[in-house]
């Protein structure tokens, strides 16, 4: 069983920044892909960076520039650092790990606003 915790999420202004975190337990770590998925009311869950067990990164266009996901094996955890923040990025942000059928957090608040 693996369990993921989020947390780091908040209100912020446009052109800020935030660093989400995700830690996980219960796993094998370092053998997972992880990600972020971010959904807002009424849409599905997206897909908004990923990275592999290797290091590999994947990144919603969106976002491209602007996010960095990063993971350290040694503490089970996995990062996004959120630059120049937009009102379009308010959304509950998750912690996936082993894909859309693997494990999931609880969610964080991101609300981008003055």
């Known amino acids: 069983q693996v369990q993921l915790v989020e947390s780091g999420g908040g209100l912020v202004q446009p052109g800020g920044s935030l660093r989400l975190s995700c830690a996980a337990s219960?796993?094998?770590?370092?053998?997972?892909?992880m990600a972020w998925y971010v959904q807002v009311p009424g849409k599905q869950r997206e897909l908004v960076a990923r990275?592999?067990?290797?290091?590999?990164?994947t990144y919603a266009d969106s976002v491209k520039g602007r996010f960095t996901i990063s993971r350290d094996n040694a503490k089970k955890e996995v990062y996004l650092q959120m630059n120049s923040l937009k009102p379009e990025d308010t959304a509950v942000y998750y912690c996936?790990?082993?894909?859309?059928?693997?494990?999931w957090g609880k969610g964080t608040l991101v609300t981008v606003s003055l």
């Open positions: 996936n790990a082993a894909g859309q059928r693997g494990y």
């Open positions: 219960g796993t094998i770590f370092s053998a997972y892909s």
């Open positions: 990275i592999t067990s290797g290091g590999s990164t």
